[in-house]
């Protein structure tokens, strides 16, 4: 039996072929045939990405609150980044950006509800097209998915698909952690009304999250006969709806979780988007400004939601253990974006850019290669873990890419990478919000953004105001470091201009 036939009985799940996939494959390479072109074995990827979860959710990272004993056990044997940034504050633009190594606006996706150009080359296929195996569980989201409208794949390289956005079942046939639910006979529960966070009556191990880290765990012990491969592991919590599982929830008492960081009056001299925002609703609910004993039990929702995240991520590393492969596997775990989480009177995310929404975790593992229970303070971006992932096969830079690779911080050759970080959310927002074209710039001092639609903007000292509540943007006494950042923002927005196609001749 070939491997393709041998594997899809095995794993039990559709080969689903990419929208423009060639039917010619490259032949598969068996166990001590996978070497790098520069020598020595191609390790494997195991790449988890969270949803919408902020950078300060993990308890080793000062957070007394939170439980992440797996994640506390990652960081002991990782890299851990811990200024990592998103180059959009919203999913698709996010992972457009992060799977190719290039920026937003570069990929054609600059917004939810966009599709990625056809033509874009995701980490995936180029490790495809070296002989890897690569597979998905949960979440893409690279093309729009409203209106019950499945995903639609460019050639992403993924073989192995299971695919399950988010916990809605609006998508008949195509939500497969729904269709498992089904199969098993497990019904899942309705929320009561107007409930802004809700622990799911069911057990943890219904919950999409663990769903997508069984599929990973199948697959891996499965690939362990074969090799090399990539994992995709794109878990939906803790996105909101605010909803965990019960036995999590319990677990938090919203009383002792502290309020939301606003400063009463903050959004007066901030721009309309954030105003817009405060003062909507989410649910029935009015859920802005502080005080209201909602933004306790979202706050402890959220964190349920973080908590069972840990908590299957462990299996995943166990199965890696046990199977013999955690040697020569590349753990990657990060999240997409951020959650405002009442911070600064705004819920969810959009077009803001204060860390809350836009600074993530980051950690990677590769044993005896990367140095391990290390902190970098570095700044870098989510476009650079591609050009990393790349570097780790020994495979060259795919032409095109932006980001840059961060193997000489994971090695320890040193400890600088970038004097700023470029964030852009193009014809973002909601209806409500409008759509906003805003770019921003941060270094490690401080945070411009630029509201072009507008012509409004915001800057802090992060220094003297780490929690951004002060806008210096018409400080006069702040003008030389705003027009500095503006020229700096400047700069950057010119290195997004697509550097394909190649420059083939001098003129």
């Known amino acids: 039996m070939k ?47 969270t949803d919408q979860q902020r950078f300060d959710t993990i308890q080793e990272l000062n957070n007394a609150y939170v439980r992440t004993p797996n994640l506390q056990r990652l960081m002991a044997q990782s890299t851990t980044f811990t200024h990592a940034f998103v180059q959009a504050p919203v999913c698709t633009p996010s992972r457009a950006s992060f799977l190719t190594g290039r920026y937003p606006r570069t990929t054609g996706a600059c917004h939810n509800g966009q599709r990625i150009n056809e033509n874009e080359r995701l980490v995936p296929r180029i490790l495809a097209d070296y002989g890897y195996e690569c597979g998905l569980s949960g979440k893409l989201h690279l093309s ?30 195509q939500n497969m952690w729904h269709e498992h639910l089904r199969a098993e006979g497990v019904e899942w529960p309705q929320p009561p009304p107007r409930t802004p966070a809700w622990g799911v009556p069911i057990d943890p191990k219904h919950m999409q999250t ?52 606003y400063v009463e009056g903050e959004l007066d001299d901030k721009p309309g988007y954030q105003k817009r925002a405060h003062t909507g609703s989410w649910r029935g609910h009015q859920i802005s400004g502080a005080g209201d004993e909602n ?69 990677i593992r590769w044993p005896e290669r990367y140095q391990a229970g290390r902190k970098v303070d570095a ?24 980001g840059r690779s961060l193997t000489a911080l994971l090695e320890g050759r040193t400890s600088s990478h970038r004097d700023s970080v470029y964030i852009e959310s193009y014809n973002s927002g909601t209806r ?60 950057r927005m010119a290195e997004t201009v697509d550097p394909l196609p190649p420059k083939n001749a001098p003129w």
């Open 210 to 261: 663990a769903w997508c880290c069984d599929k990973a765990i199948q697959f891996m012990r499965q690939q362990s006969n074969f090799g090399p491969w990539l994992m995709s592991v794109n878990i939906y919590q803790p996105h909101h709806p605010f909803w965990p599982a019960e036995e999590y929830y319990r677990r938090y008492d919203p009383g002792e979780l502290p309020a939301p960081s």
């Open 295 to 363: 933004h306790h039990k979202i706050k402890a929702a959220y964190y349920a939601m973080v908590e069972q995240c840990d908590h299957d991520i462990g299996r995943m590393l166990d199965a890696l253990d046990e199977t013999g492969q955690a040697e020569n596997t590349v753990v990657i775990f990060m999240s997409d974006h951020g959650e405002m989480l009442g911070d600064h009177g705004i819920y969810l995310k959009g077009p803001f850019f204060y860390d809350c929404g836009v600074r993530v975790p980051l950690m």
């Open 379 to 402: 700044l870098v971006e989510l476009a650079d873990i591609a050009p990393t992932i790349l570097e780790a096969a020994g495979i060259p830079p795919e032409p095109g890419m932006q």
């Open 144 to 173: 729009p998915v409203a209106g019950g409208r499945p995903e639609n794949r460019i050639d992403d390289g993924y073989s192995q698909f299971w695919w399950s956005h988010d916990i809605a079942d609006i998508w008949p046939g």
């Open 3 to 49: 491997r393709r036939e041998l594997l899809k009985t095995a794993l039990g799940g559709a080969f689903a072929p990419a929208v423009g996939a060639s039917a010619q494959q490259p032949r598969p390479r068996r166990p001590g045939e996978a070497r790098r072109p520069g020598g020595g074995e191609m390790p494997n990827v195991l790449w988890i990405c």
């Open 432 to 491: 409500r919000q409008g759509a906003a074209y805003a770019t921003a710039i941060r270094t490690g001092t401080h945070k411009l953004a630029v509201y072009h639609t507008l012509n409004d903007g915001e800057l802090y000292d992060l220094t003297e105001d780490p929690g951004e509540h002060k806008n210096l943007w018409r400080d006069p006494n702040s003008r030389d470091v705003r027009e500095e950042l503006l020229v700096k923002l400047t700069h």
